[in-house]
């Protein structure tokens, strides 16, 4: 009895202290200066269902946040944010931002925009000089993520060339994340 009590408490408490130390792309981008470090970027919108379900269900995961942290310098940028974020030489921000729309649509910001995101939410990795490696779009579950943070996370993917390759790395991962 007193082991099962012991296992519960533990799990209670890693859950409640395995959280994504989220940061500004700025932060990152600086952080990235002075120890390099792939980024990981949740670009979302306050309006966004699929967005909050991915803070609720995916981010909260303790094996997601624990990852995330140990690999990732993790940001979380509002697509539709006044953030300034310089990033290449460029500052970008959203000109075009409408106050007082919490919860509602808005003008989508510029680094968004230069990121090529369309669809919320959207994950999108970094290498450890700042360039896009790859965007992963849509809603993902603790499970599904996991085949993406690690391929990026291990340079995995510098070896997928190919959509022959991709099938074969998926055929023989071997996930460990639990919902």
């Known amino acids: 009895m007193k082991y099962i009590c012991f296992s519960l408490l533990f799990l209670v408490f890693h859950s409640m202290q395995s959280q994504i130390e989220w940061m500004t792309m700025n932060e990152a981008l600086e952080a990235q200066k002075k120890e390099p470090k792939k980024i990981f970027a949740d670009v979302y919108t306050d309006w966004c269902g699929p967005c909050k379900m991915m803070d609720k269900n995916t981010f909260s995961n303790p094996d997601v946040a624990d990852y995330v942290n140990e690999h990732f310098y993790p940001v979380k940028f509002n697509a539709e944010g006044t953030e300034k974020v310089d990033y290449k030489g460029f500052e970008y921000t959203n000109p075009n931002y409408k106050p007082g729309r919490k919860g509602k649509r808005n003008a989508q910001h510029f680094f968004a925009n230069a990121l090529k995101v369309s669809a919320y939410p959207t994950v999108v ?20 993520l996991e085949i993406y943070l690690k391929m990026i996370a291990t340079d995995a993917y510098k070896e997928l060339t190919s959509q022959e390759a991709w099938k074969e790395y998926q055929a023989n991962f071997e996930g460990t994340f639990e919902n």
């Open 125 to 144: 990795f970094f290498d450890e000089q700042s360039d896009v490696i790859s965007p992963v779009v849509g809603y993902r579950t603790p499970e599904q």
